[in-house]
């Protein structure tokens, strides 16, 4: 079955810098990777996401990149605010009946002022 | 629209009782999943429906049992429960393989 590693496990950055946190996948099938968001105490909120047939999406401050051949896709979030502070989940699904997400273990964002 | 809703919201069990997490999604989804989040950990999928009358395991579904009798409904029933069933327990809804899962609040349950 699909399976997920997700790096880093924390990532502490200044406000203003950049933050990328980087996945990767083990089954070639899969196309479709959303990125949630989850505040302390509440529940997963989808920030962006990417199909296969896309290698870059971007929105505001936050873009995804995808690399099918190396199996690997990556979030960067780019002026980071102290509100960015939380976990963030990188997810892997394939569009084939009978499956469902998985996700990786999670990336604690802290955003310092 | 509600989206979806859980209940319980807080929940203690003895060990070896029963109980019942309620879920609920007015948006027409058929896809409907059960996933419980241990501190610090991420997101381990126990049991999901493809629609009505139709469920399916997933990672980790020992020690728990659904049931899909309709399109809205997604119930997980937990049998004898274990002090290593103590997590917060998140419902979700989509409304297809590649369309944005919504959660609900999310149980967190403490067996002690």
């Known amino acids: 079955g699909e399976n997920v590693e997700q790096h880093p496990s924390t990532l502490s950055v200044q406000e203003g810098d950049s933050a990328v946190i980087k996945c990767t996948y083990s089954d070639s099938a899969s196309n479709y990777f959303p990125w949630y968001k989850q505040e302390l105490g509440k529940r997963p909120q989808l920030i962006i996401d990417?199909?296969?047939?896309?290698g870059e999406k971007k929105d505001q401050r936050i873009a995804v990149t995808l690399n099918k051949t190396a199996k690997h896709f990556s979030l960067h979030i780019t002026e980071t605010q102290p509100e960015d502070s939380a976990v963030y989940f990188c997810a892997a699904r394939k569009s084939q009946a009978g499956t469902a997400l998985i996700f990786g273990k999670g990336t604690t964002l802290s955003v310092s002022s | 629209n509600a989206g979806v809703t859980q209940t319980p919201k807080f929940r203690i069990l003895k060990i070896g009782q029963s109980m019942t997490l309620q879920c609920t999604q007015d948006?027409?989804?058929?896809?409907m999943y059960w996933y419980r989040q241990d501190p610090g950990m991420g997101l381990k999928l126990i049991y999901y429906?493809?629609?009505?009358?139709?469920?399916d395991k997933g990672e980790v579904p020992n020690g728990y049992n659904v049931s899909r009798s309709t399109t809205e409904d997604f119930p997980l029933r937990l049998e004898l429960a274990a002090p290593s069933q103590t997590s917060v327990y998140f419902c979700a809804s989509s409304g297809g393989l590649q369309y944005e899962q919504y959660f609900g609040p999310g149980t967190r349950l403490t067996v002690t």
């Open positions: 429906s493809v629609g009505a009358g139709i469920t």
């Open positions: 948006m027409n989804h058929n896809y």
């Open positions: 990417i199909r296969s047939n896309v």
